[in-house]
């Protein structure tokens, strides 16, 4: 079954801790993952797909194929990172997104 | 470029009424999904049409929801006769033939709640 796991429905690090957001999946074969993001009052927005292998805002993502996972990662999270972040798959070149619970970013100063 | 268009951004109806929420896709963008995310839990696939035809409906409820896209242009989501599960933030995603999840752009959404 095609699944994906967030287990942390929210998480609060002080303001220059490192963060760190977990993601699991499930997949036949092998899937595009992305991070999304939506910030408070704003539509929903790509933040990291794993096949570009870039660095936004500070943030990574790492894909592990042994640990079928792909978590999200910032050394030092600023109060502006708080947010709702959700994980998500696709088959390969596209199609309908299946996304993860979602996990609520709280950075307090 | 406009951005994905969905309307009205809030619905309160009572259990039992009909409820047509909108979205407008980015000009050019023959993919147009809708997902829903219940209270508490994950945003879920609805839809994805291309163009006019209806791609991959695996994800809709029941027969209560119809979703159309007419002209290949924009989509609406009828709700008929709504119920109290339906309540939720309908999202609406367009994006063009070939460009895989990287080319998603969402709307705000539409908050639905069915009392």
């Known amino acids: 079954a095609q699944r994906v796991t967030q287990p942390e429905k929210l998480l609060s690090v002080f303001k220059g801790a490192p963060v760190e957001l977990k993601c699991n999946y499930s997949y036949s074969g092998s899937p595009e993952l992305f991070w999304y993001v939506q910030y408070s009052r704003q539509r929903l927005q790509l933040l990291l797909r794993?096949?570009s292998r870039e660095s936004i805002k500070g943030f990574t993502a790492d894909l592990n194929k042994g640990e079928t996972s792909f978590h999200l990662k910032k050394p030092f999270a600023q109060e502006e990172d708080s947010a709702m972040y959700y994980c998500?798959?696709?088959?390969?070149?596209?199609?309908?997104?299946?996304f993860g619970q979602g996990t609520e970013l709280s950075v307090k100063p | 470029e406009a951005g994905v268009t969905q309307f009205p951004s809030h619905s309160v109806i009572e259990k039992g009424q009909t409820v047509t929420l909108r979205c407008d896709p980015i000009?050019?963008?023959?993919?147009l999904y809708w997902y829903r995310r219940v209270m508490g839990k994950e945003i879920k696939f609805l839809l994805h049409?291309?163009?006019?035809?209806?791609?991959?409906e695996s994800g809709m409820p029941n027969n209560r929801f119809l979703a159309e896209r007419t002209g290949g242009t924009y989509s609406t989501l009828k709700v008929q006769p709504a119920e109290l599960e339906d309540s939720g933030v309908y999202f609406c995603a367009s994006s063009q033939v070939g460009s895989g999840g990287y080319g998603y752009t969402f709307g705000s959404g539409t908050r639905l709640t069915v009392v």
């Open positions: 998500a798959l696709s088959r390969p070149r596209g199609g309908k997104l299946i």
């Open positions: 049409f291309v163009k006019e035809s209806k791609q991959d």
């Open positions: 000009s050019g963008h023959d993919n």
């Open positions: 794993h096949i």
